[in-house]
């Protein structure tokens, strides 16, 4: 397919998204956006033992502050200060926190790919 072609099926595309929001009034949900599952990545933000550091809504025992609150993530401009806030941004900044800011007081902890794509579902949730 022609650069114009694909440049077609994109705007094609993303007037279908716009016009879906509009009519339904409610953004693309946390999981469409993610690939995830908000109720496995609540399962998962709990098994990482994420609370620990972090204040998360809706976790219990999720008061730590350490870190800062993930409450509202999906309308702060940037994740960890350096990366635009994108679902994929976010998983990566989740797997691999000492790749993309060395040295940040967030450990990597071998959070799996999917972990991570539940992880943004839930935390883009809420």
Not at 20 to 27: I, N, Q, V, Y
Not at 72 to 78: C, V
Not at 85 to 95: D, G, M, Y
Request: proline fraction near 8%; charge should be positive; hydrophobic fraction near 40%.
């Amino acid at each position: 397919m022609r650069a114009s072609g694909l440049a077609f099926v994109a705007l094609v595309t993303l007037v279908a998204l716009v016009t879906l929001t509009a009519c339904t009034g409610k953004p693309p949900s946390s999981d469409a956006i993610t690939g995830g599952n908000p109720r496995h990545g609540l399962e998962a933000i709990q098994r990482y033992g994420c609370g620990a550091c972090h204040r998360i809504d809706g976790v219990p025992g999720a008061y730590g502050t350490v870190g800062p609150t993930l409450q509202k993530i999906g309308e702060r401009a940037y994740i960890a200060g350096k990366l635009p806030n994108s679902p994929e941004n976010l998983q990566q900044w989740i797997r691999f926190p000492q790749r993309v800011v060395p040295g940040n007081a967030m450990p990597d902890l071998a959070v799996s790919e999917l972990d991570a794509r539940n992880i943004a579902a839930y935390l883009y949730h809420q």
